[in-house]
T-cell receptor, first 113, second 115 residues
Framework: QKEVEQNSGPLSVPEGAIASLNCTYS??????FFWYRQYSGKSPELIMS????GDKEDGRFTAQLNKASQYVSLLIRDSQPSDSATYLC?????????????FGTGTRLQVTL | DTGVSQDPRHKITKRGQNVTFRCDPI?????LYWYRQTLGQGPEFLTY????????KSRLLSDRFSAERPKGSFSTLEIQRTEQGDSAMYLC?????????????FGPGTRLTVL
């Protein structure tokens, strides 16, 4: 079982709709959770972080965390064509002295006109 | 506040050659990470520095790979005797101690092509 799993997509949503991206993780000691956006050929850009169960909203983005179910999601409201990108879920796993991020393979989002 | 910078942005080399990449983190960040990303995959952790100390290396990092951060500022990643399987995007990220949750910010990456 992969440590962080995401559906690779593509997830296609019409402009103005809500895009829902999901991620599950296997390590129960994971403490911090992140969503990165990555445009083709570019590096990942941090868009959301969440540490506690529940919802966290920032503009059109809402991150949701459920530690009991080991599940984290990202909602994008009023989706725009510029949101078309790959969204990477990342989990901060403490191992010894390191505090590295473990990434999923990403979900490709396509926002159609 | 300038972001993480990496140099070069692109590198094409022949198999068997050595290459070196540089990363300059965000100025107040004491933690520095190297990741590698191949097409269709998420970034994979390679190594981590806190100040000048290299605290962890992934088992993915063979003996041909070495990283340094001599003064706790910029870092270099060297690959010796490159192989075609080394072709990837090499990403550097930085964060700072006390940053809740260890938010990491990435540089633009160095794309390596080994012919």
């Amino acid at each position: 079982q992969k440590e962080v799993e995401q559906n690779s997509g593509p997830l296609s949503v019409p402009e103005g709709a809500i895009a829902s991206l999901n991620c599950t993780y296997s390590d129960r000691v994971s403490q911090s959770f992140f969503w990165y956006r990555q445009y083709s050929g570019k590096s990942p850009e941090l868009i959301m972080s969440i540490y506690s169960n529940g919802d966290k909203e920032d503009g059109r983005f809402t991150a949701q965390l459920n530690k009991a179910s080991q599940y984290v999601s990202l909602l994008i409201r009023d989706s725009q064509p510029s949101d078309s990108a790959t969204y990477l879920c990342a989990v901060n796993i403490l191992t010894g002295t390191a505090s590295k991020l473990t990434f999923g393979t990403g979900t490709r989002l396509q926002v159609t006109l | 506040d300038t972001g993480v910078s990496q140099d070069p942005r692109h590198k094409i080399t022949k198999r068997g050659q050595n290459v070196t990449f540089r990363c300059d983190p965000i100025s107040e960040h004491n933690r520095l990470y190297w990741y590698r990303q191949t097409l269709g995959q998420g970034p994979e952790f390679l190594t981590y520095f806190q100040n000048e100390a290299q605290l962890e290396k992934s088992r993915l990092l063979s003996d041909r790979f070495s990283a340094e951060r001599p003064k706790g500022s910029f870092s270099t990643l060297e690959i010796q005797r490159t192989e075609q399987g080394d072709s990837a995007m090499y990403l550097c990220a930085s964060s700072r101690t006390g940053n809740r949750g260890n938010e990491q910010f990435f540089g633009p990456g160095t794309r390596l092509t080994v012919l």
